[in-house]
């Protein structure tokens, strides 16, 4: 099993940029699909974006496309979010969840998860 753990988060003004880090400890962490979810008080957590096992394939939702880019560095068992041109609304708690096999976008596909870190973004 794995276990997760994101860091990174912060107050930004519209417009900065933060990068999210989501190390994991544990065996297998190369062979995991990871994606990262977001959350709000009184909302469904959403699907962000997802990155392959090998780190080939990615996928956005449609608010992230242009602005956010998710990578990951299996010798250091870490995956990343940069967040660029940050707008209020992307505002959440923002967790990383790892799955086998493939990219999904639905949070109760995902076995693993992290505790979460708070992104604030001010207008």
């Known amino acids: 099993q794995v276990q997760l753990g994101e860091s990174g988060g912060g107050l930004v003004q519209a417009g900065g940029s933060l990068r999210l880090s989501c190390a994991a400890t544990g065996r297998g962490f190369s062979s995991y699909t990871m994606g990262w979810f977001r959350q709000t008080p009184g909302k469904e957590r959403e699907f962000v974006s997802g990155?392959?096992?090998?780190?080939?394939?990615?996928k956005y939702a449609e608010p992230a496309k242009g602005r956010f880019t998710i990578s990951r560095d299996n010798a250091k068992n870490t995956v990343y979010l940069q967040m660029n041109s940050l707008k209020p609304e992307d505002t959440a708690v923002y967790y990383c969840?790892?799955?086998?096999?493939?990219?999904?976008?639905?949070?109760?596909?995902?076995?693993?998860w992290g505790q979460g870190t708070q992104v604030t973004v001010s207008s």
């Open positions: 990155i392959s096992a090998s780190g080939a394939r990615t």
């Open positions: 969840a790892a799955r086998y096999p493939d990219i999904i976008t639905t949070p109760s596909g995902y076995a693993y």
